[in-house]
């Protein structure tokens, strides 16, 4: 019979996963679950378990339609009071403690207290999406709009329409987080994306078996709004994700913070803790901690069009950047382990991208360690395209300058905005302009004959862009040089600019259609042309 799993040996404690209430080593929640005030309710005690939880789901494989809401409740606890928020302290609006759920939440959940969450997830397999029209809202403070706080494999996707914020205080649009559990560090209690550490001298978990050999979300989708007063996105460290798609319709309002950590190297202890008999002293080095094999960075797209963003993204050894399809306009400062422009797409604005510096001796590679859990060995996958922006789109400097700090690789389309000075590409480490071509942006109007840098690399370019026609009346032709004037060389270390010349490819007094008026105009522009 479904119900409650007690700890048989002494019925003292309730052992709901990961529970407050359990006996296990590692829990990470600081309330009780809705079904644990239940059990209160059946034993006699009074309380209001809507004013903590607006629904629960405890059964696995649910297909469903949330409709149930989270607001404050009324004098008499029996009912919501439409659109007030709820100033619960760990309000909980959804909780999704089952497996291999498919649920979409379909009513508003206005869980404003402190520490405050719309939807928490828990469990494996859950696919979570929040409903066109439906708003989250966690804005006290501490509030996390959505939290995944256990498990792998989970999907969560905010559809176009929807809305999720939290606005107070170190509020987080979206944390992923699997938390620290109730007993510590101190003795060795922890869990985590291919990670499962015991306790009191236990060998770590058979990570094969449990719930935690694998990303813990695969897909986050944003197509709605996502806000968040300290970030719009929170990736701890304990927490692989694998994937972000930020798509049509989405608006991104805070920053996107990646902090996990999956090479062994990086993974020190931060306080003493006890491995049975042995203190492990703060600093040191484990080789006990990710097992996994190949690339477990998080890919970042965008994809969506007409997309514009501003916060910074900090992500430098675990983020790839991908703009695989539409457009975005991006403004602000990003830390990355790489970046790319798929063909295709449109990247513009005034970004700083600053690529993680790839391993010593040549190439743009990084060796990682981590445990193979099949075969206890420690293999070392290396990283490709490591401090590599590459652009096979579109790439436009408008608003401003944009600055590379690594290399750049381009054989797609360089633009700026060129009237009477060009917005540049500033790149530290080398360019590599092979197969590229240039283009203008919009309202931009170069002056024939003049020459305009467009780019600068300290560490040297190589190749150069084709002529391109901008106008039926302007050609732009492309010359790279050392920074001294002699010819560029590539990875000479002397630095190199690159530079185009607009040319007047045809009279302005050609154009068809013109009146004789016009025509008079024009023809007086083309000789003040010729002579200038």
Same mark, same amino acid.
């Given at each position: 019979?479904?119900?409650?799993?007690?700890?048989?040996?002494?019925?003292?404690?309730?052992?709901?996963?990961?529970?407050?209430?359990?006996?296990?080593?590692?829990?990470?929640?600081?309330?009780?679950?809705?079904?644990?005030?239940?059990?209160?309710?059946?034993?006699?005690?009074?309380?209001?378990?809507?004013?903590?939880?607006?629904?629960?789901?405890?059964?696995?494989?649910?297909?469903?339609?949330?409709?149930?809401?989270?607001?404050?409740?009324?004098?008499?606890?029996?009912?919501? %009071?439409?659109?007030?928020?709820?100033?619960?302290?760990?309000?909980?609006? %959804?909780?999704?403690?089952?497996?291999?759920?498919?649920?979409?939440?379909?009513?508003?959940?206005?869980?404003?207290?402190?520490?405050?969450?719309?939807?928490?997830?828990?469990?494996?397999?859950?696919?979570?999406?929040?409903?066109?029209?439906?708003?989250?809202?966690?804005?006290?403070?501490?509030?996390?709009?959505?939290?995944?706080?256990?498990?792998?494999?989970?999907?969560?996707?905010?559809?176009?329409?929807?809305?999720?914020?939290?606005?107070?205080?170190?509020?987080?649009?979206?944390?992923?987080?699997?938390?620290?559990?109730?007993?510590?560090?101190?003795?060795?209690?922890?869990?985590?994306?291919?990670?499962?550490?015991?306790?009191?001298?236990?060998?770590?978990?058979?990570?094969?078996?449990?719930?935690?050999?694998?990303?813990?979300?695969?897909?986050?989708?944003?197509?709605?709004?996502?806000?968040?007063?300290?970030?719009?996105?929170?990736?701890?460290?304990?927490?692989?994700?694998?994937?972000?798609?930020?798509?049509?319709?989405?608006?991104?309002?805070?920053?996107?913070?990646?902090?996990?950590?999956?090479?062994?190297?990086?993974?020190?202890?931060?306080?003493?803790?006890?491995?049975?008999?042995?203190?492990?002293?703060?600093?040191?080095?484990?080789?006990?901690?990710?097992?996994?094999?190949?690339?477990?960075?998080?890919?970042?797209?965008?994809?969506?069009?007409?997309?514009?963003?501003?916060?910074?993204?900090?992500?430098?050894?675990?983020?790839?950047?991908?703009?695989?399809?539409?457009?975005?306009?991006?403004?602000?400062?990003?830390?990355?382990?790489?970046?790319?422009?798929?063909?295709?797409?449109?990247?513009?604005?005034?970004?700083?991208?600053? %690529?993680?510096?790839?391993?010593?001796?040549?190439?743009?590679?990084?060796?990682?360690?981590?445990?193979?859990?099949?075969?206890?060995?420690?293999?070392?996958?290396?990283?490709?395209?490591?401090?590599?922006?590459?652009?096979?789109?579109?790439?436009?400097?408008?608003?401003?300058?944009?600055?590379?700090?690594?290399?750049?690789?381009?054989?797609?389309?360089?633009?700026?905005?060129?009237?009477?000075?060009?917005?540049?590409?500033?790149?530290?480490?080398?360019?590599?302009?092979?197969?590229?071509?240039?283009?203008?942006?919009?309202?931009?109007?170069?002056?024939?004959?003049?020459?305009?840098?467009?780019?600068?690399?300290?560490?040297?370019?190589?190749?150069?862009?084709?002529?391109?026609?901008?106008?039926?009346?302007?050609?732009?032709?492309?010359?790279?040089?050392?920074?001294?004037?002699?010819?560029?060389?590539?990875?000479?270390?002397?630095?190199?600019?690159?530079?185009?010349?607009?040319?007047?490819?045809?009279?302005?007094?050609?154009?068809?259609?013109?009146?004789?008026?016009?025509?008079?105009?024009?023809?007086?522009?083309? %000789?003040?042309?010729?002579?200038?």
């Amino acid at each position: 019979v479904p119900g409650i799993p007690v700890n048989v040996a002494n019925l003292s404690h309730l052992e709901l996963r990961n529970s407050l209430m359990s006996h296990q080593s590692f829990n990470n929640y600081l309330y009780l679950m809705e079904v644990e005030l239940a059990l209160l309710q059946d034993m006699g005690y009074t309380l209001d378990r809507r004013n903590y939880f607006g629904y629960s789901v405890y059964g696995d494989g649910l297909n469903l339609t949330s409709t149930h809401p989270y607001f404050a409740r009324n004098g008499e606890g029996t009912d919501y %009071l439409i659109g007030a928020a709820n100033n619960t302290t760990y309000g909980v609006g %959804l909780h999704v403690y089952g497996s291999h759920n498919t649920i979409s939440q379909a009513a508003d959940l206005y869980a404003c207290g402190t520490a405050g969450v719309g939807i928490r997830v828990d469990g494996v397999g859950n696919k979570v999406t929040v409903a066109d029209g439906t708003s989250l809202k966690a804005d006290g403070t501490n509030g996390n709009g959505i939290l995944v706080a256990y498990g792998k494999n989970h999907q969560v996707t905010l559809a176009p329409g929807s809305s999720v914020t939290a606005l107070g205080s170190g509020g987080i649009g979206a944390a992923f987080d699997f938390g620290q559990g109730f007993c510590g560090i101190t003795y060795g209690i922890s869990r985590g994306s291919y990670f499962s550490f015991g306790g009191y001298g236990e060998l770590p978990l058979n990570i094969s078996l449990n719930e935690v050999d694998g990303p813990l979300v695969d897909n986050f989708t944003v197509q709605g709004t996502l806000a968040g007063k300290e970030a719009a996105i929170r990736i701890a460290s304990n927490a692989y994700v694998k994937q972000i798609t930020i798509g049509d319709g989405a608006h991104l309002y805070g920053d996107i913070v990646n902090n996990w950590v999956y090479d062994n190297k990086d993974i020190v202890v931060t306080e003493p803790f006890y491995f049975g008999d042995l203190l492990v002293t703060a600093g040191q080095s484990l080789d006990l901690f990710r097992w996994c094999t190949g690339d477990v960075t998080t890919q970042l797209n965008f994809t969506g069009r007409g997309l514009s963003y501003d916060g910074a993204i900090r992500g430098l050894k675990n983020t790839r950047l991908s703009v695989a399809d539409g457009s975005l306009d991006y403004t602000g400062q990003a830390q990355l382990l790489s970046a790319e422009v798929a063909a295709g797409a449109v990247l513009s604005g005034s970004g700083r991208y600053t %690529l993680q510096t790839p391993d010593a001796g040549g190439g743009h590679t990084m060796v990682v360690s981590y445990i193979d859990y099949k075969t206890w060995k420690s293999p070392h996958y290396t990283a490709q395209d490591v401090g590599l922006f590459t652009n096979h789109g579109t790439l436009l400097a408008t608003s401003g300058n944009v600055t590379i700090d690594g290399d750049l690789v381009t054989d797609g389309t360089l633009g700026s905005a060129a009237t009477f000075q060009a917005r540049q590409f500033q790149v530290t480490g080398t360019a590599d302009l092979t197969g590229s071509k240039l283009t203008v942006v919009p309202g931009a109007y170069p002056l024939p004959g003049r020459t305009y840098t467009y780019l600068t690399a300290g560490g040297g370019i190589t190749g150069n862009v084709t002529d391109s026609v901008v106008s039926p009346f302007v050609t732009l032709r492309g010359t790279t040089s050392a920074m001294s004037g002699a010819d560029a060389v590539a990875g000479s270390g002397s630095g190199g600019e690159a530079s185009f010349t607009a040319v007047q490819t045809a009279g302005l007094s050609s154009a068809a259609g013109l009146n004789a008026n016009e025509r008079l105009v024009a023809g007086a522009l083309d %000789l003040a042309a010729n002579q200038a």
